[in-house]
């Protein structure tokens, strides 16, 4: 595709309740990143994949969360058991290169998630 | 936790003046990137600057990099309402990992 998409756009979940939000990458992008962006804040890091393997989850908030990128495109990141404080926008992001060092990040538009 | 600090949290100007946003950064950086975000849309990158670099041009954009300072401004200038957004500065940590570490922005609002 032409950038990168995540479905869904919105979600609204009740408590308890376990979610998975999708992020297609731009095809050929090595590298995939997740963020997590409360109201107001900036994106904060959770997770990296390096085409299939995951090489850094150190931002992954807790073990509620788990993230997988089995063939090395699309990413699903997965929220079990959600909680109110994991309402916040889930932003995706790829590069082509390794990391996000030299080249620039392309990230798609979020999914917007309420915990209620 | 956030590396840099943008300055400052919010900005109002009025089309055709300039907009200077400041950001500060705590550790040692590969290169230092500015992103905009329009409300309820992803981020799209707008500029890198590295480590060894003191300025960069890119159209109505000008970064700046002081790494004694730890610290970096983006001027726009003759601002558009279309500029309306937040703006966030993003770090790489050279012995850290491959994902960059977000300021948490200054929000520019352009009055037409």
């Known amino acids: 595709g032409a950038g990168v998409s995540q479905s869904p756009r919105y979600k609204v979940a009740k408590r308890g309740q376990d979610v998975a939000l999708r992020c297609d990458p731009i095809?050929?992008?090595?590298?995939l990143f997740w963020y997590q962006q409360a109201l107001g804040q900036g994106p904060e890091f959770l997770t990296y994949?390096?085409?299939?393997?995951?090489?850094?989850k150190s931002g992954l908030p807790s073990d509620r969360f788990f993230a997988e990128r089995p063939e090395g495109s699309v990413s699903t990141l997965k929220i079990q058991r959600t909680q109110q404080e994991d309402s916040a926008v889930y932003l995706c992001?790829?590069?082509?290169?390794?990391?996000?060092?030299?080249?620039?990040?392309?990230f798609g538009q979020g999914t917007r998630l309420t915990v209620v | 936790s956030q590396q840099g600090e943008e300055d400052p949290q919010a900005l109002s100007i009025q089309e055709g003046e300039n907009a200077t946003m400041n950001c500060s950064y705590k550790?040692?950086?590969?290169?230092l990137q500015w992103y905009r975000q329009n409300s309820g849309r992803g981020l799209v990158h707008l500029i890198l600057?590295?480590?060894?670099?003191r300025e960069k041009h890119s159209g109505r954009l000008r970064v700046t990099l002081d790494t004694s300072k730890k610290s970096s401004s983006l001027l726009i200038t003759a601002s558009r309402a279309a500029d309306t957004a937040s703006y966030f500065c993003?770090?790489?940590?050279?012995?850290?990992?491959?994902?960059?570490?977000f300021g948490s922005g200054t929000r520019l609002q352009v009055q037409p």
């Open positions: 993003a770090t790489l940590d050279p012995g850290g990992g491959r994902a960059l570490t």
């Open positions: 992001a790829s590069s082509l290169v390794l990391g996000q060092g030299s080249a620039e990040a392309f």
């Open positions: 095809s050929g992008h090595v590298s």
């Open positions: 600057i590295r480590s060894n670099e």
């Open positions: 994949f390096q085409n299939e393997a995951q090489l850094d």
């Open positions: 550790t040692s950086i590969n290169n």
